[in-house]
């Protein structure tokens, strides 16, 4: 199990949304390039980014700053948000991102991302945001009419992809992930799963950990100290080598 801190980005400041929902900012007055370096420096081993900026208006305002960042850090980053076309997807890639994570374009064009799973293996991870057992999408705005069970069906032949799968009910509630969903979907798929979503104490760890689940995403509980990066990362450990 590996543990990715996560940064959302708006208006060039980190920001937590609570169930996504733009009503219901957090905004933590620390340096994003200090916070990244800090990341770095604990021994991350991949951090996630998500411009909330692009999820919500479409634009990519912290393009730059990613990929300068790329370039900068020897820490690989997980970038999200707003990526619905094929060409700002290689952009990124070309940039020098590890990996890019796809939402609305992973549904809306599955040409685009059968060729982009094809021409770059293991870069490719597939954002499954869930809400009452159906697909959101466009920053968890829109339902994309599907059932998650249907998408993870149509979506299997594929090859050499990640699902980042968030419960969009437990997102910055701090109560724990559910673990239910995944376990639901340990049973649909072999494709390595990222959680997202309340992932609050060593014990949630463990337990994804537990399921199978390759990877878990923290954010508020890392920022508000409730779960600080570097006990995170030895919960994830400890939990590895009791599985």
Same mark, same amino acid.
């Given at each position: ?8 980005? &708006? ?16 905004? &933590? ?62 952009? &990124? ?151």
């Amino acid at each position: 199990m590996n543990v990715l801190p996560s940064m959302d980005l &708006y208006s060039h400041k980190i920001t937590r949304l609570k169930q996504g929902n733009f009503d219901h900012v957090t905004t &933590y007055m620390m340096d994003p390039a200090k916070t990244l370096k800090s990341f770095e420096t604990a021994g991350a081993s991949l951090v996630h980014i998500v411009d909330l900026e692009a999820t919500h208006t479409g634009n990519n305002v912290h393009f730059d700053f990613i990929q300068t960042m790329a370039q900068t850090l020897t820490l690989p980053i997980q970038v999200g948000g707003g990526i619905r076309s094929l060409a700002m997807a290689e952009k &990124y890639l070309a940039a020098g991102v590890k990996r890019i994570v796809l939402g609305s374009l992973a549904m809306s064009d599955e040409t685009a991302l059968d060729m982009l799973v094809k021409k770059y293996p293991g870069q490719i991870v597939v954002a499954l945001d869930v809400k009452d057992q159906m697909v959101m999408s466009h920053g968890w705005l829109s339902a994309s009419g599907h059932t998650l069970e249907a998408v993870i069906q149509r979506l299997n032949p594929l090859k050499s992809l990640r699902y980042l799968i968030t419960d969009i009910a437990t997102d910055g509630m701090l109560k724990g992930p559910n673990l239910e969903l995944y376990r639901t979907v340990k049973k649909l798929t072999n494709v390595p799963i990222i959680a997202s979503g309340g992932i609050t104490t060593c014990e949630d760890i463990q337990a994804l950990t537990d399921l199978g689940v390759e990877e878990a995403v923290i954010g508020k509980a890392m920022y508000e100290d409730k779960l600080p990066l570097k006990e995170a990362l030895k919960c994830s450990q400890d939990a590895s080598s009791r599985v």
